[in-house]
């Protein structure tokens, strides 16, 4: 018996072919609810996933249930790499899905990792893309560190795309003048912690964040995807949609849907003042990289007393240090020193590992950086200098100091 036609255009097609699928534990009527409340999600997910005349490798963050998996896997031209997350700690999650009114068994494996918190188990310019949909609003701590890990396994040109609910969506507003609360129930029994919304975004908000960190905006758009529950619903959205956006510029549809491209750019570690308590920020400290360059990547690397960013001498993008300058590095090799570009002020630049506070002093150079130019000033690092222990970078001044850049050679 020939197996039923699907199609992505036919929504009906879509649904009985999404809910033909069976696995161990299968619950009908959750399974039929997650799909009539998701298939007009998955489609616009769709629309925004380009398809590859040659065949492309893609990562799909948050792959479980797998109802958009096995979209992308019929209709798009992707070798697929899932991922997960797993409560208990497993390194992988296996789910076999048996459909057999369209004669398909699949076994999909997940790799298993916090992907606000872990490296990715992926080399650098693997994917021709990365779904990130219906994830981000999850996050409790630094969706930056996984824009990080996303645009280090993405190809130049590869493209990001990302679905999450509006923050500010015609139908929250509505509650919120209705004395309603727009918050999520809790989540008692889910599976998963943080299974809750911890941040939704705005229009504004997840552009800004995605342009900020180095991505090309390649479309981006707010969509009503569930119709109005009520007449009045639909008054009210058309009323957001068509003449307050005109007053604020605001977007105000029910969805977020965005298509983003990594260039041949660096990534940014942009913290945008909106999204990150800037008190907070000033203690975050995270050194990954084994070179700072002040303007791209250095927020996870200094501690506090720093000015804002500007631009310097050549225009090249810098920070000015208190009396005290501290930057933390993570270098993985033997390295013989460290080289720090800097401006307008003396002092002395020193090299030490921290140890516990069992402080280790691996050399040090004292400086006289004059203004108007950048001057490099090199630290020779003994051999008490220990890979993969950070190597933190002190600049130790009479009134301060102007810094573009430390690399370790």
Sequence with gaps: MQAPPVSERDP????????????????EEVHRILVEGGLPLWRQVLRFVPNPRERGKALELGSPPFHITLLLQRFRNYDLSLTGYAADGRPEIRQVLESPEYGETHEFVCTCFNAEADTFPYPENTFDLVTWCEVIEHLTENPVHTLAEIHRVLKPGGALVISTPNACRADSIANFLAGRNIYDPYHLGAPLKGSRHSREYTFQELTGLLEGCGFAIERAADIDIYPPLSR??????????????????????????????????????????????????????????????FGINEV?????????????????????????????????????????????????????????????????????????????????????????????????????VDVHSVIVT
């Design 232 to 293: 009045n619903r639909r008054i009210f959205r058309w009323l957001m949609n068509n003449a307050v956006s005109r007053v604020t510029g605001g977007h105000y549809r029910y969805h977020l849907f965005v298509r983003a491209r990594k260039t041949h750019e660096p990534f940014r570690w942009h913290f945008p003042p909106g999204l990150f308590d800037a008190g907070h920020l000033a203690f975050y400290m995270a050194p990954r990289d084994a070179s700072v360059t």
């Design 300 to 400: 996870p690397h200094i501690a506090m007393g720093w000015s804002d960013l500007r631009a310097g001498p050549e225009g090249r993008a810098c920070r000015r240090s208190s009396a005290v300058g501290d930057i933390y590095l993570l270098v993985a090799r033997p390295a013989p020193s460290a080289t720090v570009s800097l401006s307008n002020g003396r002092g002395e630049a020193q090299a030490w590992h921290d140890n516990g506070g069992n402080l280790v002093l691996l050399g040090s150079t004292p400086f006289d950086a004059p203004p108007g130019a950048w001057t490099d000033v090199t630290i020779p690092l003994s051999a008490d200098f220990q890979p993969g222990n950070p190597l933190h970078i002190r600049l130790d001044t009479v009134d301060g």
């Design 12 to 27: 009906d097609s879509l649904a009985r072919y999404l809910l033909s699928f069976r696995w161990p534990f299968r619950n």
